[in-house]
C-alpha cells in the first residue's frame, strides 16, 4: 500500500513485513539459479544454452543482491534453502530432460508466478522505501524478459504445457508462503 498507512495494535511492525519480503525473494532467486543450474547440466550442448546462462547470470545479480540486503538489514534467510537448493536443480534438470520446450515452459511457469508475487510486494511498500521498490521494479521487468524468452523460444509447444505450468506455478507459490515464514 502507497503512502502513510496507521499501524493498528496487533499488526506486525513494517520491519517484519520487510524481512519477509526479503528473506522469500533471496530463497526465490537462489531457487532460480538452482533451476538455470539443473536445466544447464543438461541443455549445455543445447543451441538454448546460451539464453540459458544468460537468464541464469541475471538471476545471481538478483541472489547477490538480496543475500546483500539480508545481511544489511538483518534478516535471517529461510531454513529452507537446502530444501531449495535439492528441488530447484532436480525441477531444471527434469524439465531439461524432457526437452527444450519443457525447460521454456518451466521458465515460463516459475517467472508468471513470481512477476506477480513481485508485483504484490511492490503494492505493498510504503513511500519510506523507495530503494527497495525500486529493485523490485527492475527484478520483475528482468523476470518478464526471462518469461519472454522462453515463450519465443516455444514454450507453449512443450507437450503438455497446461498441466507442466500449473503444477510449477502451485509449486512456486507453495514454495513462496512456506520461505516467507519459515
Same mark, same amino acid.
Given at each position: ?28 532467486? %537462489?531457487?532460480?539459479?538452482?533451476? %538455470?543450474?539443473?536445466?544447464? /547440466? ?19 545479480? $538478483?541472489?547477490?543482491? #538480496?543475500?546483500?540486503?539480508? =545481511?544489511?538489514? +538483518? ?9 531449495? $537448493?535439492?528441488?530447484? #536443480? ?6 531439461? @530432460?524432457?526437452?527444450?520446450? !519443457?525447460?521454456?515452459?518451466?521458465? =515460463? !511457469? ?7 508475487? %513481485?508485483?504484490?510486494?511492490?503494492? !505493498? ?13 527492475? #527484478? ?8 519472454? =524468452? /522462453?515463450? +519465443?523460444?516455444?514454450?507453449?509447444? /512443450?507437450?503438455? %504445457?497446461?498441466?507442466?505450468? @500449473? !503444477?510449477?506455478? +502451485? ?12
Amino acid at each position: 500500500m502507497s503512502g502513510t498507512r496507521q499501524w493498528l495494535p496487533g499488526d506486525p511492525p513494517p520491519e517484519a513485513k520487510i524481512g519477509r519480503m526479503l528473506r522469500v525473494d533471496h530463497a526465490g532467486e %537462489y531457487g532460480a539459479a538452482r533451476i %538455470y543450474a539443473g536445466q544447464l /547440466a543438461v541443455l549445455r550442448r543445447s543451441d538454448k544454452a546460451p539464453a540459458l546462462r544468460e537468464m541464469q547470470a541475471q538471476e545471481q545479480q $538478483h541472489l547477490d543482491r #538480496f543475500a546483500d540486503l539480508i =545481511v544489511r538489514r +538483518r534478516v535471517r534467510p529461510t531454513a529452507m534453502l537446502p530444501l531449495w $537448493h535439492f528441488a530447484g #536443480f532436480a525441477l531444471g534438470a527434469a524439465t531439461a @530432460a524432457l526437452g527444450e520446450r !519443457a525447460a521454456m515452459a518451466c521458465t =515460463v !511457469a516459475v517467472e508468471d508466478a513470481i512477476e506477480a508475487h %513481485y508485483a504484490g510486494q511492490i503494492a !505493498a511498500l510504503d513511500d519510506t522505501e523507495h530503494e527497495l521498490r525500486a529493485t523490485l521494479e527492475k #527484478f520483475r521487468d528482468d523476470e518478464l524478459a526471462h518469461r519472454d =524468452v /522462453a515463450l +519465443r523460444n516455444g514454450a507453449e509447444q /512443450a507437450p503438455g %504445457y497446461r498441466l507442466l505450468s @500449473a !503444477a510449477i506455478r +502451485r509449486g512456486c507459490r507453495v514454495a513462496i508462503r512456506i520461505s516467507e515464514r519459515i
